[in-house]
């Protein structure tokens, strides 16, 4: 029996793709690697020197490569089917590769696609059932905590412990790469992790720890660690992200994925980078449940005057509103912004409380024009979409 008929003979017995290496590795006396398209070890006939898990330390092109790195000599042959890259079958070794193995790489790389594939399908078909569970879980769809706790013991989950959730978007980049990627850079870290990709969005939730501050830092390090890695395999991935409220049971879960999906909203109609959580939001985790008329509708019964004066007279005295919240009521600061005297600056908002016909330093008032301003932003920028 030859070579690769000895390997045809194992992917119809159902070997795993760690026995079809290692069979490659004894017959052709070399090092043979399977890997993930990102160049993660995920079979290995030397576990001393590339254990499975561990990233390959050179990056690979599609299609076929012979280079070399450091004391190695590598013929890497992509894994594919149409455009669909699966991984890389590699070969190494240390004092060139043997003409056996570069003769037959090509027809040894279509029979492992077939073993890879099978076992991406089974694993895509888990996923799957997976998804299903998890989809249940965030629409509040159990009977019980029970039933609950008794299905996630099915896919190794302890849902009898708090969890905590996170919203992670996809705000610029390839949709593909992200769906591909985000996954597994959290898994890689996180195995214990339930995740549920949602198109351009990944749901992830993780076990909570006693303290709730020490788990909202855990929540920033996945999310920094994800962007990070997303902008090393594909430069310009940009990623927002919402945290919900930790609560006490897995059964509130819904809730809490909700109140990420407002904070991840939020975060984007303030413009702003970096993950948003809904406990640390202010006015606008209520004002975020008006619709775009109401919220208009509050703005201009509470700011339309000023709006409509600045508009007649040619005068800014909404921005310089604008400016004392952001500059948190600091005279100098703001003065400064301006380019004004501050004596200048507390006349315009004694004039602003002139025009609206309030007291701007009382404490409720404030309350009232930032809640407006805040109500103006979310308002026009829900209608441009």
């Known amino acids: 029996m030859d070579i690769l008929t000895g390997l045809i003979d194992l992917i119809i017995k159902g070997s ?3 026995s079809l290496v290692h069979y490659l590795g004894r017959q052709f006396r070399t090092v043979f690697i399977i890997s993930n398209p990102w160049g993660k070890v995920l079979a290995t006939s030397d576990a001393v020197e590339f254990p499975a898990g561990s990233y390959l330390p050179f990056s690979l092109s599609p299609g076929r490569e012979e280079a ?26 240390e004092k060139g590769l043997p003409q056996p193995v570069v003769a037959n790489i090509d027809q040894a790389s279509r029979l ?59 705000l610029a980049g390839p949709e593909e790469q992200f769906q591909e990627l985000a996954g597994v850079i959290v898994r890689e870290d996180y195995p214990e992790a339930i995740l549920l990709p949602r198109e351009r969005q990944l749901v992830i939730i993780i076990p909570a720890l006693e303290d709730k501050g020490a788990t909202g830092q855990r929540l920033k390090k996945i999310f920094s660690t994800l962007q990070q890695k997303l902008s090393r395999y594909a430069p310009g991935m940009h990623l927002g992200g ?3 409220l930790f609560y006490p049971s897995t059964t509130d879960l819904y809730l809490s994925f909700q109140e990420a999906k407002i904070a991840l909203e939020i975060g984007k109609l303030r413009r702003e980078t970096g993950l948003v959580f809904f406990a640390e939001l202010g006015v606008e985790k209520l004002l975020y449940q008006l619709t775009p008329y109401q919220l208009e509708d509050y703005y201009q019964q509470t700011l339309g005057r000023l709006e409509a004066f600045d508009q007649e007279n040619g005068t800014n005295y909404l921005e310089v509103l604008e400016k004392y919240f952001q500059f948190n009521g600091d005279f100098q600061a703001i ?51």
Request: glycine share 8%.
């Open 16 to 18: 795993t793709l760690e």
């Open 68 to 93: 070399a790195f450091g004391r190695w000599t590598y013929l890497a042959v992509a894994l594919k089917s149409g455009a669909t890259n699966y991984g890389y079958l590699l070969a190494l070794g």
């Open 112 to 170: 492992l696609l077939l073993a890879l594939a099978r076992d991406q399908a089974v694993i895509a078909a888990e996923r799957c059932h997976r998804a299903d569970f998890v989809y249940d879980l965030l629409y509040n769809n159990f009977e019980s905590k029970e039933v609950l706790v008794a299905r996630g013991q099915l896919w190794g989950w302890d849902l009898t412990r708090p969890h905590a959730l996170m919203v992670v978007e996809l």
């Open 242 to 244: 919402g945290v919900g």
């Open 335 to 385: 003065a400064r912004h301006f380019y004004l005297h501050p004596n200048t600056l507390r006349y315009r908002l004694q004039k602003i409380g002139e025009i609206l016909a309030v007291n701007v330093h009382s404490l409720e008032t404030q309350l009232d024009l930032l809640a407006a301003l805040k109500a103006r932003l979310l308002a026009r920028r829900r209608a441009r979409g």
